[in-house]
């Protein structure tokens, strides 16, 4: 990739919904930080974009807002949207924009003649480093600059002359991006997404023949062992839902999925053969998908295992105690099905056939061991940005590999009030990895994360007579155990703050409040941490133990309101600088608004 070529860029927009335009773009050489450029419209943006034989490729980070400007812009500015780059002429453009509103790209072409295509690319880099903010990218990479503060609701004039301030600001965030990307790009890591690279990565340097290994399945055998695909574990102990209860820890998995993708697990390969009835035990092909309908009980004191999606008569988040009067239809993974027997008294059991495999030991070792290292390398040594790409690559290819067989995107247009709008394709097929390996790799890691919290439930009702488990999220378990219980129990969980798939000592908390999956407090070394699925980190301050319960809202709080909460609640004056009413997308004429929200728990 020449480097010279790609940039990152960011816009500030106005908040006004009746007066939606940029104010001001930034872009920034990721090859040559020092080159960077600004200006204060849409249209000189564009300019820069098309002003060049050597068609740019640009990012934005969080292309979802920005993209929205481009596109609006384009779109009242004469340029075609165009389905296929085979259509390309002058003035159109292209985009890659999932049904889920997901922007991935866009790609404008401004002038199309025999011998040379004069195009832009925009992408996302929101895409190559998922869930990561401007600030936390320059914290994670440990660079020499950080994100600045800019007040929005400014007023700025067309032709706004940017001031120092507002200068620094937007160069910042550009700066940030260009220089975690170049880290990316520099060692070979270009794809589109972070899941993309992860899979080359693996494809080119640590497995040979990977079609071979891992075929491209059938879609009716991609669609039966799809159903075995779930994520991970998250579930709140009913015994204290909504209850303040006293001191626990937590403890973390280090690196669940790769350390399900890890020897000794044995992970599925090659091509299935499908079986009549029930799995019988074979040397060939030792690993199966099992299909089966039955009714179901869970035996007492056990942690429920099972969730039925695609049901209406169970919501699908849920973890069942029992399926009801009617028998439901499962498909499940060897160790999925294993602990389901575990937990379960089953009834009414018929087996409806199902896939096997073959099974290995160590397909994705080579890669594991190799980031493993690269990570804890570059903690010695202190190299941030090397460690922050280790982890992304670390968990990023389980995903990659149970990548969906279908998908729609969706189309843009302007509607008849100048907003843009979009029409949803009919659904494609899309190439698959090989759904079987991610399916399996998250069973093994669901089955760690139950099983730990079982022998937790298990051991705390033995020793205490009481249920000292409160809390299970993916990789992590909150409960109520002393040093002297986790010493005695050093011999059944392994634990090491360090060795892949063992589990660590997080945290240790004062008090704390679960209310649902992904809805509880803690109280760690005196401060309150949320963990709120819904609501943004930046509301935190306005919880207390007092008020965190279900219908906590922030409808009708004006913003002096929750400031004069928050303050009451003993929030920093950082904290104060930060907080500010949820948002949420608005499109209006001219591109889109993060207007403000209400927040409620439920």
Same mark, same amino acid.
């Given at each position: 990739?020449? %480097?010279?070529?790609?940039?990152?860029?960011?816009?500030?927009?106005?908040?006004?919904?009746?007066?939606?335009?940029?104010?001001?773009?930034?872009?920034?050489?990721?090859?040559?930080?020092?080159?960077?450029?600004?200006?204060?419209?849409?249209?000189?943006?564009?300019?820069?974009?098309?002003?060049?034989?050597?068609?740019?490729?640009?990012?934005?980070?969080?292309?979802?807002?920005?993209?929205?400007?481009?596109?609006?812009?384009?779109?009242?500015?004469?340029?075609?949207?165009?389905?296929?780059?085979?259509?390309?002429?002058? /003035?159109?453009?292209?985009?890659?924009?999932?049904?889920?509103?997901?922007?991935?790209?866009?790609?404008?072409?401004?002038?199309?003649?025999?011998?040379?295509?004069?195009?832009?690319?925009?992408?996302?880099?929101?895409?190559?480093?998922?869930?990561?903010?401007?600030?936390?990218?320059?914290?994670?990479?440990?660079?020499?600059?950080?994100?600045?503060?800019?007040?929005?609701?400014?007023?700025?004039?067309?032709?706004?002359? %940017?001031?120092?301030?507002?200068?620094?600001?937007?160069?910042?965030?550009?700066?940030?991006?260009?220089?975690? %990307?170049? &880290?990316?790009?520099?060692?070979?890591?270009?794809?589109?997404?972070?899941?993309?690279?992860?899979?080359?990565?693996?494809? &080119?340097?640590?497995?040979?023949?990977?079609?071979?290994?891992?075929?491209?399945? #059938?879609?009716?055998?991609?669609?039966?062992?799809?159903?075995?695909?779930?994520?991970?574990?998250?579930?709140?102990?009913?015994?204290?839902?909504?209850? =303040?209860?006293?001191?626990?820890?937590?403890?973390?998995?280090?690196?669940?999925?790769?350390?399900?993708?890890?020897?000794?697990?044995?992970?599925?390969?090659?091509?299935? /053969?499908?079986?009549?009835?029930?799995?019988?035990?074979?040397?060939?092909?030792?690993?199966?998908?099992?299909?089966?309908?039955?009714?179901?009980?869970?035996?007492?004191?056990?942690?429920?295992?099972?969730?039925?999606?695609?049901?209406?008569?169970?919501?699908?988040?849920?973890?069942?105690?029992?399926?009801?009067?009617?028998?439901?239809?499962?498909?499940?993974?060897?160790?999925?099905?294993?602990?389901?027997?575990?937990?379960? =008294?089953?009834?009414?059991?018929?087996?409806?056939?199902?896939?096997?495999?073959?099974?290995?030991?160590?397909?994705?070792?080579?890669?594991?061991?190799?980031?493993?290292?690269?990570?804890?390398?570059?903690?010695?040594?202190?190299?941030?940005?090397?460690?922050?790409?280790?982890?992304?690559?670390?968990?990023?290819?389980?995903?990659?590999?149970?990548?969906?067989?279908?998908?729609?995107?969706?189309?843009?247009?302007?509607?008849?009030?100048?907003?843009?709008?979009?029409?949803?394709?009919?659904?494609?097929?899309?190439?698959?990895?090989?759904?079987?390996?991610?399916?399996?790799?998250?069973?093994?890691?669901?089955?760690?994360?139950?099983?730990?919290?079982?022998?937790?439930?298990?051991?705390?009702?033995?020793?205490?007579?009481?249920?000292?488990?409160?809390?299970?999220?993916?990789? #992590?378990?909150?409960?109520?155990?002393?040093?002297?219980?986790?010493?005695?129990?050093?011999?059944?969980?392994?634990?090491?703050?360090?060795?892949?798939?063992?589990?660590?000592?997080?945290?240790?908390?004062?008090?704390?409040?679960?209310?649902?999956?992904?809805?509880?407090?803690?109280?760690?070394?005196?401060?309150?941490?949320?963990?709120?699925?819904?609501?943004?980190?930046?509301? #935190?301050?306005?919880?207390?133990?007092?008020?965190?319960?279900?219908?906590?809202?922030?409808?009708?709080?004006?913003?002096?309101?929750?400031?004069?909460?928050?303050?009451?609640?003993?929030?920093?004056?950082?904290?104060?600088?930060?907080?500010?009413?949820?948002?949420?997308?608005?499109?209006?004429?001219?591109?889109?608004?993060?207007?403000?929200?209400?927040?409620?728990? /439920?």
């Amino acid at each position: 990739m020449n %480097l010279r070529r790609c940039f990152t860029a960011d816009f500030e927009t106005t908040t006004d919904e009746n007066d939606c335009r940029v104010w001001a773009y930034a872009t920034c050489n990721i090859d040559d930080p020092t080159d960077f450029r600004y200006g204060n419209s849409i249209e000189d943006f564009i300019k820069f974009c098309a002003d060049s034989k050597l068609n740019y490729k640009i990012w934005f980070h969080n292309l979802k807002f920005d993209g929205s400007y481009v596109i609006s812009h384009l779109l009242l500015s004469g340029y075609t949207w165009i389905k296929d780059k085979k259509e390309k002429r002058d /003035k159109t453009f292209t985009t890659l924009i999932t049904d889920m509103g997901q922007f991935y790209s866009i790609t404008i072409y401004f002038k199309v003649t025999g011998h040379h295509t004069n195009k832009v690319e925009i992408f996302d880099s929101l895409k190559v480093f998922p869930n990561f903010s401007v600030e936390r990218v320059a914290e994670a990479f440990k660079l020499p600059i950080s994100k600045l503060e800019l007040d929005y609701n400014e007023y700025r004039e067309v032709g706004h002359t %940017l001031n120092s301030k507002e200068i620094a600001y937007i160069r910042n965030d550009v700066e940030i991006m260009a220089r975690a %990307l170049k &880290e990316m790009f520099s060692r070979g890591l270009t794809k589109m997404t972070i899941a993309s690279d992860a899979i080359s990565d693996f494809k &080119e340097h640590h497995i040979k023949d990977f079609r071979r290994k891992f075929p491209e399945l #059938s879609k009716d055998i991609d669609k039966d062992v799809r159903e075995s695909y779930k994520g991970g574990f998250t579930y709140a102990n009913e015994k204290w839902l909504e209850k =303040e209860i006293g001191k626990g820890i937590v403890l973390d998995v280090n690196s669940l999925y790769p350390s399900c993708q890890h020897s000794p697990y044995v992970l599925p390969y090659g091509w299935p /053969k499908f079986f009549e009835g029930e799995y019988q035990h074979d040397d060939i092909y030792p690993l199966y998908v099992q299909c089966f309908t039955c009714k179901f009980k869970l035996k007492e004191d056990k942690i429920p295992s099972i969730q039925l999606k695609h049901n209406l008569s169970f919501r699908p988040n849920e973890y069942l105690k029992d399926s009801g009067d009617k028998s439901v239809t499962l498909y499940l993974t060897k160790p999925d099905f294993e602990l389901f027997k575990e937990q379960y =008294e089953i009834y009414n059991l018929h087996f409806k056939g199902g896939w096997k495999f073959k099974g290995a030991t160590g397909l994705f070792d080579s890669y594991i061991d190799y980031w493993t290292e690269q990570k804890i390398k570059a903690g010695k040594e202190g190299n941030a940005p090397q460690r922050a790409i280790a982890k992304l690559q670390l968990n990023s290819l389980y995903g990659k590999l149970g990548s969906g067989s279908k998908g729609r995107q969706k189309t843009p247009f302007i509607d008849h009030t100048g907003r843009v709008r979009f029409i949803t394709e009919p659904e494609e097929e899309r190439q698959t990895v090989y759904v079987p390996a991610a399916s399996f790799i998250t069973a093994y890691g669901r089955c760690k994360t139950i099983r730990t919290s079982q022998i937790i439930r298990d051991f705390t009702l033995k020793k205490y007579g009481e249920d000292r488990y409160f809390y299970s999220d993916t990789d #992590s378990i909150h409960a109520n155990l002393s040093s002297e219980d986790l010493d005695e129990l050093k011999d059944i969980i392994k634990i090491d703050d360090y060795k892949l798939g063992y589990w660590a000592k997080e945290a240790e908390f004062t008090r704390a409040i679960y209310i649902r999956q992904k809805c509880y407090i803690e109280e760690i070394n005196g401060k309150l941490h949320a963990t709120i699925a819904g609501m943004p980190k930046y509301l #935190s301050p306005l919880i207390t133990f007092e008020n965190f319960k279900r219908g906590f809202t922030t409808e009708g709080l004006t913003l002096k309101e929750m400031l004069d909460l928050a303050s009451k609640n003993g929030a920093t004056e950082e904290e104060l600088k930060k907080l500010h009413p949820k948002l949420t997308y608005k499109y209006v004429k001219g591109g889109v608004i993060l207007a403000d929200t209400d927040f409620t728990i /439920k």
